[in-house]
């Protein structure tokens, strides 16, 4: 059974930066493409950023580019998304997911994860 759990939100203001950091147990991490995605108040869930098991390839929202990075250290088994130039727009709550059933080197779609921590808070005040 994998397990994913997000840590690193919090309460900041405009144009901080923030580092979060998804620590996953069991399966084959290495292996799985992860991704981000947020959920904002009376919103859909969104795609943030996406990284390939060996952590060569990335894919980001157009809206985030140049202001998030993810990254992984998969000998630490763990997944961060370095977030900076936090905008009011950005509070949500951040999910990070495991893909652990795909053959796609990375994954831009939630329902291509089938692996999910229960998600962090940042709340970004202007």
């Known amino acids: 059974q994998v397990q994913l759990a997000e840590s690193g939100g919090g309460l900041v203001q405009a144009g901080d930066s923030l580092r979060l950091s998804c620590e996953v147990s069991?399966?084959?991490?290495?292996?799985?493409?992860m991704g981000w995605f947020r959920q904002a108040p009376g919103k859909d869930r969104e795609f943030v950023a996406t990284?390939?098991?060996?952590?060569?390839?990335?894919v980001y929202a157009d809206s985030l580019k140049g202001r998030f990075t993810i990254s992984r250290d998969n000998a630490k088994k763990t997944l961060y998304l370095q977030m900076n130039s936090l905008k009011p727009e950005d509070t949500a709550v951040y999910s990070c997911?495991?893909?652990?059933?795909?053959?796609?080197?990375?994954?831009?779609?939630?329902?291509?994860?089938?692996?999910w921590g229960q998600g962090t808070q940042v709340t970004v005040s202007s």
């Open positions: 997911a495991a893909g652990s059933r795909t053959s796609l080197e990375v994954v831009t779609q939630d329902w291509g994860y089938d692996y």
């Open positions: 069991g399966g084959a991490f290495s292996t799985y493409p």
């Open positions: 990284i390939s098991g060996t952590g060569g390839r990335t």
